[in-house]
């Protein structure tokens, strides 16, 4: 099958910011391969900002988060988005959330091909899913999803049909200047970034992923005289904002957090270059491995074969051992497994390792 260079695309990811930062690898790809193509996402509303590191794309359209009450406040632009989405001539449409809502996008989107995993429909459907959609689709793949890492599951979707190399290409994130306005940091005059620094985000809002605030505490005490600068990167919560002010307590001097939420091209800015982070298994995570910053990541019950980092120079901290990728033998996920087994120690110890090289 022949694929005009000019080809036009739809991805549709309405799903968590983290999935939306790594669908990106797929997207430049595409814009590799066909650099005159037009290539559009959908994603879930907040989740735009994580594309700014992203060169390969053109529009993005957004849909609300599937809450019902704030889904009827927006219904409205909703509705706009759906009526500009049916208004494009798409050659290809790609859903790769698996979910209804993806699916439902592609349905009103105009395209001469649709794609989906058929395994997945085949696997968690409904009666009606499984009889509705393969109407719908003009093709698709039967992409097995466990112990595959999830830039490889949305690659897969699309690459035979846009004959694209064999392997995406890595994560990455455009180079950001640091703005300490933009970024809600209050910092001397005449500051720069020091490059012995370190980008802590120890904020999540999945409890069997959140590590105990006292041993944030302990981290913090034991790693603050290694670095110049430290960065605070938290979510919107009150505690979260609570447990970076008794961090920031510990070495004020060099210690530094956001007074707002800190935007995504600005902990770029402050990944690019680091000496290191240490995070939970958040979309944090995934920007560092994007920005090339080598990683702790302190782990929990999701499986690390798919959502672990994806980044040679990152390890992760389960069940109170340091593992190095590909993680192959860590299989399958374990709801049991929290990251309160972490003890501190260890976590102290994989940052030293990793921070001297």
Same mark, same amino acid.
């Given at each position: 099958m022949s694929v005009s260079p000019h080809l036009r695309c739809l991805f549709i990811k309405p799903k968590m910011i983290g999935d939306t930062l790594l669908l990106t690898p797929t997207l430049d790809a595409v814009r590799t391969r066909y650099p005159e193509a037009t290539i559009d996402v959908f994603v879930r509303s907040g989740c735009e900002s994580i594309?700014?590191?992203?060169?390969?794309?053109?529009?993005?359209?957004?849909?609300?988060?599937?809450?019902? *009450?704030?889904?009827?406040?927006?219904?409205?632009?909703?509705? *706009?988005?759906?009526?500009?989405?049916?208004?494009?001539?798409?050659?290809? !449409?790609?859903?790769?959330?698996?979910?209804?809502?993806?699916?439902?996008?592609?349905?009103?989107?105009?395209?001469?091909?649709?794609?989906?995993?058929?395994?997945?429909?085949?696997?968690?459907?409904?009666?009606?899913?499984?009889?509705?959609? /393969?109407?719908?689709?003009?093709?698709?793949?039967?992409?097995?999803?466990?112990?595959?890492?999830? !830039? *490889?599951?949305?690659?897969?979707?699309?690459?035979?049909?846009?004959?694209?190399?064999? *392997?995406?290409? !890595?994560?990455?994130?455009?180079?950001?200047?640091?703005?300490?306005?933009?970024?809600?940091?209050?910092?001397?005059?005449?500051?720069?970034?020091? /490059?012995?620094?370190?980008? !802590?985000?120890?904020?999540?809002?999945?409890?069997?992923k959140a590590w105990p605030d006292e041993r944030w505490v302990e981290l913090m005490r034991a790693l603050a005289p290694q670095f110049d600068q430290i960065f605070l990167s938290t979510g919107g919560s009150t505690g979260e904002g609570e447990l970076a002010r008794r961090l920031a307590a510990i070495a004020p001097e060099k210690i530094f957090f956001s007074s707002g939420l800190l935007p995504w091209n600005q902990l770029a800015a402050l990944l690019q270059g680091a000496r290191l982070f240490i995070g939970v298994d958040t979309a944090a995570m995934h920007l560092a491995a994007a920005c090339r910053c080598p990683s702790v990541v302190i782990w929990g019950p999701t499986s690390a074969i798919i959502w672990g980092p994806r980044a040679a120079n990152a390890v992760i901290v389960l069940d109170n051992r340091i593992a190095r990728p590909p993680f192959a033998a860590l299989e399958g996920d374990d709801l049991t497994r929290l990251a309160t087994r972490n003890t501190t120690s260890t976590v102290i110890r994989a940052a030293k390792e990793l921070a001297a090289g």
């Amino acid at each position: 099958m022949s694929v005009s260079p000019h080809l036009r695309c739809l991805f549709i990811k309405p799903k968590m910011i983290g999935d939306t930062l790594l669908l990106t690898p797929t997207l430049d790809a595409v814009r590799t391969r066909y650099p005159e193509a037009t290539i559009d996402v959908f994603v879930r509303s907040g989740c735009e900002s994580i594309l700014d590191g992203s060169r390969s794309h053109n529009e993005v359209f957004t849909t609300a988060p599937p809450h019902m *009450d704030e889904a009827r406040k927006t219904w409205g632009r909703t509705w *706009d988005t759906m009526r500009t989405l049916r208004r494009q001539q798409y050659d290809w !449409i790609f859903e790769c959330s698996d979910t209804g809502r993806g699916r439902y996008a592609a349905l009103v989107a105009r395209g001469r091909h649709r794609v989906l995993n058929q395994l997945e429909l085949s696997r968690h459907g409904s009666r009606f899913d499984r009889g509705l959609w /393969p109407l719908v689709f003009s093709d698709s793949v039967d992409l097995e999803l466990q112990g595959r890492h999830a !830039i *490889d599951s949305n690659y897969l979707l699309a690459r035979d049909f846009l004959q694209l190399p064999p *392997d995406p290409p !890595i994560l990455d994130y455009r180079p950001v200047n640091f703005d300490a306005a933009a970024a809600n940091l209050r910092v001397p005059p005449g500051f720069r970034l020091a /490059p012995s620094r370190l980008v !802590i985000h120890c904020g999540t809002r999945v409890a069997a992923k959140a590590w105990p605030d006292e041993r944030w505490v302990e981290l913090m005490r034991a790693l603050a005289p290694q670095f110049d600068q430290i960065f605070l990167s938290t979510g919107g919560s009150t505690g979260e904002g609570e447990l970076a002010r008794r961090l920031a307590a510990i070495a004020p001097e060099k210690i530094f957090f956001s007074s707002g939420l800190l935007p995504w091209n600005q902990l770029a800015a402050l990944l690019q270059g680091a000496r290191l982070f240490i995070g939970v298994d958040t979309a944090a995570m995934h920007l560092a491995a994007a920005c090339r910053c080598p990683s702790v990541v302190i782990w929990g019950p999701t499986s690390a074969i798919i959502w672990g980092p994806r980044a040679a120079n990152a390890v992760i901290v389960l069940d109170n051992r340091i593992a190095r990728p590909p993680f192959a033998a860590l299989e399958g996920d374990d709801l049991t497994r929290l990251a309160t087994r972490n003890t501190t120690s260890t976590v102290i110890r994989a940052a030293k390792e990793l921070a001297a090289g």
